[in-house]
C-alpha cells in the first residue's frame, strides 16, 4: 500500500510540474507575441497628446500607413463622406458587459445589476456571465430597462481558463467549443453580434490579449472594446486604429467602452450613448441591433458629446446641456495625424485625402474621454470611369 501511495505522490508531484512548465511557456510566448504586436500598433497611432490651448497637435505619420495628407490641397472631384450618426434620433446610455452571481468572480445577483443600472439611468444592459447566459424573468427587469441577452465567451487557448475573451450579445445560449472564427460564426448564425472584448487584458497568463495578427484575420465580428476596467486604453485605441485602417469601410469596426461590471463600485467607468427613436421610449432589441451594427453610437468614459457630419464638415461639440468648458476634441486621420484640435468644439473641413476621421473629446479636469466612431471618406466615382 505505502508503494502505491509514494507512486501517486510521485505521479501528483510530476503533474504539477509539468503544469507548471506548461504555465511558464505559456506567459512567456504570449509575452513575447504582445510586445511584437504592441510595437507595431504604437507605429501607427500615439496617445492623444497633450497641448496647450491654442496649440497645434502633430503626431508623426507612421511607417508603412497611408500618406498623410497635404492640407492646402483641395479635392479635384467631389467627396463621399459616410456619416454613422444620420437622421433623427436621441442618445440613450448602455451598457453591453456586466457581470452577475453567475459568474466566478461577480459579487451582486442579476436582478440587483439591473436594478442598479436602471436607477442609474441606463436604457439597456447586457448580462455577459462567463460562458452562459443569464436571463430575468420579464418582472424582474426594471421599468424602462431593455435586457440585453449576452455572455463573455472565452475562447481557449491553451487550456480553460485561459484564453481571449469575446462578448457576445443578442444570443439565447452558450457557445460550443470552437476555434475563434468558428465561435464568431456561430454568433451571426445564431443572430448575434461579437465584441472582442479587452484586447490588451494580461490575464490568463497573457493568453487574453487579442492581437493584430489574428484579429485581422477574422471576419464577421463589428465590435471590440478599446475603454475597458481590465485593459488598457491607449493600447486598445491604437489596435483599434490600426485595424480600421487595414479592414476599410466595407468591413466595419465600431468602437466600444464598457464597465465590466463586477462589483457596485464599478459602474460608471465606460459605456456606449446610442442613437435611438423616441425620446422617453426604452428602446427594442431590434433598434438597439441595428445601431449597433450600423455604427450610431459612441464610446464614452464620461463626456457627453454630439458627433457628426455637416455637408463636408466632420463636427464635433458638448451635448446640449453640457459644459464646454475644458472640452478638448481632436479630429485624426487614416494616418494617425491629428488634423485639428479645437477646444470647446469644431469642425474638420474634409480634403478628400484622410482615408476617414474619427474625433476624440477628452475632459481635461478629469481626464475622461469619448471617441467617435469613423467618418469614412472616398473621391466619388467619376461617371466615365
Not at 505521479?11 to 504555465?23: H, I, Q, R
Not at 497611432?45 to 491654442?54: K, L, Y
Not at 456606449?272 to 441595428?290: D, H, N, W, Y
Request: net charge neutral.
Amino acid at each position: 500500500m505505502a508503494g502505491w501511495m509514494q507512486i501517486l505522490v510521485s505521479a501528483a508531484a510530476g503533474l504539477f510540474v509539468l503544469a507548471v512548465l506548461l504555465a511558464a511557456a505559456t506567459a512567456w510566448v504570449q509575452e513575447r507575441r504582445y510586445r511584437r504586436d504592441r510595437q507595431q500598433n504604437a507605429g501607427w497611432i500615439a496617445p492623444a497628446p497633450r497641448s496647450a490651448p491654442g496649440a497645434p497637435d502633430s503626431v508623426a505619420t507612421p511607417a508603412g500607413a497611408p500618406p498623410a495628407g497635404n492640407p492646402v490641397r483641395r479635392a479635384r472631384r467631389p467627396l463621399v463622406a459616410v456619416n454613422p450618426y444620420e437622421g433623427e434620433g436621441h442618445y440613450v446610455p448602455v451598457q453591453l458587459h456586466a457581470h452577475t452571481t453567475r459568474s466566478r468572480d461577480g459579487a451582486v445577483e442579476p436582478e440587483a445589476v439591473a436594478a442598479q443600472y436602471a436607477a442609474a439611468g441606463f436604457a439597456a444592459l447586457a448580462l455577459t456571465d462567463h460562458d452562459q447566459v443569464t436571463l430575468l424573468p420579464p418582472g424582474q427587469v426594471p421599468a424602462g430597462l431593455t435586457l440585453i441577452p449576452g455572455e463573455e465567451d472565452t475562447v481557449i487557448e491553451p487550456v480553460w481558463p485561459l484564453g481571449r475573451h469575446m462578448v457576445r450579445l443578442f444570443v439565447a445560449a452558450p457557445n460550443r467549443p470552437a476555434s475563434p472564427q468558428g465561435r464568431i460564426d456561430q454568433t451571426c448564425t445564431a443572430g448575434g453580434l461579437a465584441c472582442m472584448a479587452h484586447p490588451h487584458w494580461p490575464g490568463g497568463l497573457g493568453s487574453g490579449r487579442w492581437l493584430y495578427p489574428e484579429l485581422s484575420a477574422l471576419r464577421g465580428y463589428h465590435l471590440m472594446e478599446i475603454h475597458s476596467r481590465f485593459s488598457i486604453t491607449d493600447e486598445d485605441v491604437a489596435l483599434w486604429h490600426r485595424l480600421l485602417a487595414t479592414r476599410g469601410p466595407e468591413n466595419p469596426l465600431w468602437c466600444v467602452a464598457s464597465d465590466d461590471f463586477h462589483r457596485p463600485d464599478h459602474l460608471g467607468w465606460g459605456w456606449i450613448m446610442v442613437k435611438t427613436g423616441a425620446s422617453g421610449q426604452p428602446p427594442s432589441l431590434e433598434v438597439l441591433k441595428r445601431a449597433l451594427r450600423s455604427g450610431a453610437f459612441y464610446a464614452t468614459s464620461g463626456p457627453l458629446v454630439r458627433f457628426g457630419l455637416e455637408g463636408l464638415r466632420v463636427e464635433a461639440e458638448a451635448a446640449a446641456g453640457q459644459a464646454s468648458r475644458g472640452m478638448v476634441f481632436r479630429f485624426l486621420d487614416a494616418a494617425g495625424q491629428v488634423r485639428k484640435s479645437a477646444h470647446g468644439g469644431g469642425a474638420l473641413e474634409l480634403e478628400g485625402d484622410e482615408g476617414f476621421v474619427r474625433v476624440e473629446a477628452e475632459d481635461t479636469r478629469t481626464g475622461r474621454r469619448a471617441w467617435s466612431q469613423p467618418f469614412w471618406v472616398r473621391m466619388a466615382r467619376s461617371r466615365h470611369a
